[in-house]
């Protein structure tokens, strides 16, 4: 606002009666009577809400307003004509700051404006005219009220605008320490006051997504409105991408398998469905199927980590199951390495395959024979534990995936 707004330049060049101006002044109080009963008759918003206490709060602001515009015009010869506008444009930046605060629009408060500079106008140019002045003056009197209520809206506008800005502001920093605590685990009377500071709604479940941090407005224009994003830094994918967290509501059951739809081609990695108290356990998953190397499809399809529950449960002790591959395949440790892999291989296929040759031999793409001959071996090396039960559990967890995908290879 600068000094020599339009209201003070119009009113430094308005020679006002000081009869006329007294004769207003007089009028005050019964001018922000009709006004607030106009307001209250003419603008939806305010129907019902200007009574008791509060109009009579309302009708004193009114009058303090439509006072400061008579100061105004008996001060337009002073050194510092602006100094009037100083508490009515602070009183009118206040006034759209509540109505932000209350959840409503500007569209309310300007239409008020425009009522109260009608009334106002029509009261005060009917003691303007009474008064004796010339029309010139009546003319640069409208211009000067009109003028005024223009600067009292702008006010209220930035006030609006301000508060919106900093409740969002406010907002933000709330969801993302809500985001934190639910992915840090925090208890759940910890998370309830933080979703309730956040004015979030808590959902059945979350599902937490992980992707490159470049797709991440693409996709979240297209997930439910209430997804938190986390402003965490994750280790970059080995292609050097940075990747961004989100908690999705209610992508349970059916709606899983329409959210991976909406994330294909954003190379996105999907962790379980979680109650939402408990999507700390999804994020765990998520972040351990990336340290485990494993990757969204090649034709787009997110990674669903729901279809990797054996790869992720045997990661859970890396060590163990090294050892555990390490005593079953014993005895073929004395062979030369080459074929202690093929065998090894054979003996995975065929566990996986129920001992069925053929299906064995599609797997590897060999004769069948070959097969027959590599379990011929095989029997000679292990004997009856090959048909020992706890021997076999052993041997299917141990060579279940191939040493290079399990835990300790960089994500690719």
Known sequence: MSERSEATRRAAGLELDVRVAAALRDRLPLLAERTITAITAEVPSYSGTLTGQMREKIETAVQLALGTFLQLIERSQCADPSTPLVGALEAAYALGSGEARSGRSMDALLAAYRVGARV???????????????????????ELM????????????????????????????????????????????????????????PPQTLTVVLLPRANLRAALALLHPHTLESGEELPATAAGEDLAVLLVPDTHGDRRRQLARV??????????????????????RATRALSLGLHPADDGAALDTEQHLAELALSTDPEGIADLRARVLAPLASLPPATADRLAETLRSWLLHHGRRDDVAADLFVHPQTVRYRMGKLRELYGDRL?????????????AFPPRDRAGDSPS
């Open 120 to 142: 106002s106008w029509r009261e005060m140019s009917t003691t303007t005219v009474q008064g004796g002045s010339s029309a010139a003056t009546v003319a640069e009197f409208a």
């Open 146 to 201: 009109f003028a005024y209520i223009d600067e009292l809206s702008a006010a209220s506008v930035a006030g609006h605008a301000d508060e919106l800005a900093s409740v969002g502001r406010a907002r933000r920093r709330n969801l993302e320490r809500l985001t934190q605590r639910l992915l840090a685990g925090e208890p759940e009377e910890v998370l309830l006051r933080s979703a309730d500071r956040a004015d979030w709604p």
């Open 263 to 284: 994330l294909r081609g954003r190379r996105a990695v999907l962790g379980p469905a979680r109650p939402w108290t408990r999507v700390a356990s999804s994020y765990q």
């Open 387 to 399: 048909t020992d039960p706890g021997t076999v559990l052993d041997l299917t967890l141990a060579l």
